[in-house]
């Protein structure tokens, strides 16, 4: 069997099993069965499902069978499917059900695995680590901001959620390998901080022009990243999302003359839509994208680098590695000339 095909069965298999899970679920907590049932909407799309099989797929890369760590990829699957919603939620109701999805649910499916109680303890450590680093991040998102955004700052909170959970994936899959779980963790951490970037770039920008646009319907505040979002303000409220925040980062430090505009450009942003608009097209500006742009050739590199410390050559690495490029195509940023963007304020 190629490639391709493991990846579909070992995908079906994730869904009949995620299925199962709400089904036995319904028995006692239906309402609970209803939110784990949504997760099956997100394995609907293919890229999300080969996503959620990372811990399949690296004990296929190491020429194992993937299917011992299809539990793993259900547990990835509940607690990606509810971070992904609280990063949208608006309103009282959405948070709750994010909330239970992400904390509750693989913690309940972890506890409904028969036998090796080992594996589903260093499991159960590794979900409440991510969890807990995540959620703490998601909360100091809410205080007070810095003026200036910082690499070292959108780095840090990428590794605090895209990062702990990809570390958590990884980690999983090395326990059952028998692995150095510390060498995947750091391989997880820093492949789910180039998954965060590019997550901020499909926030900010449609498929075609990666530049500032008008807010999808429904999207928050939340949307723009952890790092960026509450500094920026709702784009719910003006109608324009902010730039990504790596990429603001590099506008600070590329247009040293222009850090004090940008910094009064973000904090007015949260009101302004001229201010937001302007935001954008300082963060475009040609110095700023070569910059980031870089820096993001730097990360994919060193991602790459990572993973074939912890798996040799072969076609599942490939899979992985693809995964990586496009990730690092899809955070790339074009300059302001190539996008019409307009000054302001």
Same mark, same amino acid.
């Given at each position: ?7 579909? $069965? #070992?995908?079906d298999? /994730? ?8 089904e036995?679920l ?17 394995l609907?799309?293919? &890229?999300? $499902? ?22 793993? +990829?259900?547990? *990835? ?7 992904? @919603?609280?990063?949208?939620?608006r309103?009282? #109701?959405?948070?709750?059900?994010a ?12 506890e409904?695995?028969?036998? $090796? ?7 159960s ?7 807990? %680093?995540?959620v ?14 910082? !690499?070292? !700052?959108?780095?840090?909170e990428h ?9 958590r ?5 090395a ?7 510390? $060498?995947?963790r750091?391989?997880?951490?820093? #492949?789910?901080?180039?998954q965060?970037?590019?997550?901020? *770039?499909?926030?900010?920008?449609d498929?075609?022009t990666?530049?500032?646009?008008p ?8 949307? *723009? ?6 500094a920026?303000? %709702? ?11 790596? /990429? ?13 505009? /940008?910094?009064?450009? @973000? ?8 201010? !937001?608009?302007?935001?954008?097209? /300082?963060a ?10 870089? &820096? ?8 790459? &680098? ?5 798996? =040799? ?11 990586? &490029?496009?990730?690092?195509? =899809? +955070?790339? +940023? ?5 996008l ?5 304020a």
């Amino acid at each position: 069997m190629d490639v391709r095909s493991k990846l579909v $069965r #070992h995908g079906d298999a /994730l869904c009949e099993e995620v299925s199962s899970f709400a089904e036995e679920l319904g028995a006692t907590s239906p309402a609970l069965a209803t939110v784990a049932l949504t997760t099956l909407g997100d394995l609907a799309d293919r &890229d999300t $499902r080969h996503a959620r099989l990372l811990p399949v797929v690296l004990l296929e890369a190491l020429g194992r069978p993937g299917a011992p760590a299809r539990p793993a +990829a259900v547990v *990835s699957s509940l607690w990606w499917s509810g971070f992904e @919603r609280l990063r949208y939620a608006r309103g009282p #109701h959405a948070v709750r059900s994010a909330m239970a999805t992400m904390t509750l649910l693989p913690h309940r499916y972890l506890e409904s695995l028969p036998g $090796r109680s080992r594996v589903r303890a260093t499991w159960s450590e590794a979900l409440t680590r991510a969890t807990t %680093s995540a959620v703490d991040s998601l909360l100091a998102a809410f205080a007070p901001q810095p003026p200036v955004m910082t !690499r070292e !700052r959108v780095l840090g909170e990428h590794m605090a959620t895209f990062g702990a959970a990809c570390a958590r994936d990884t980690a999983m899959a090395a326990s059952l390998a028998g692995q150095d779980v510390n $060498r995947w963790r750091q391989f997880g951490l820093m #492949h789910g901080v180039l998954q965060g970037i590019a997550a901020d *770039s499909a926030d900010n920008a449609d498929d075609a022009t990666r530049a500032c646009r008008p807010a999808a319907a429904g999207w928050s505040a939340a949307g *723009s990243s952890v790092a960026g979002w509450s500094a920026a303000g %709702s784009s719910a409220a003006t109608g324009i999302a902010p730039p990504p925040p790596l /990429l603001l980062a590099h506008a600070f430090t590329a247009n040293p003359a222009n850090q004090d505009r /940008l910094a009064r450009l @973000r904090k007015e942003a949260a009101t302004a839509p001229n201010a !937001r608009v302007a935001l954008c097209d /300082l963060a475009h500006s040609g110095s700023a994208v070569r910059s980031y742009n870089q &820096d993001v050739g730097r990360l994919r590199l060193q991602v790459l &680098d990572l993973l074939a410390g912890i798996v =040799a050559p072969g076609p599942f690495r490939t899979v992985v590695e693809e995964s990586v &490029d496009v990730a690092a195509e =899809a +955070a790339l +940023a074009r300059p302001r000339e190539l996008l019409g963007a307009t000054a302001g304020a």
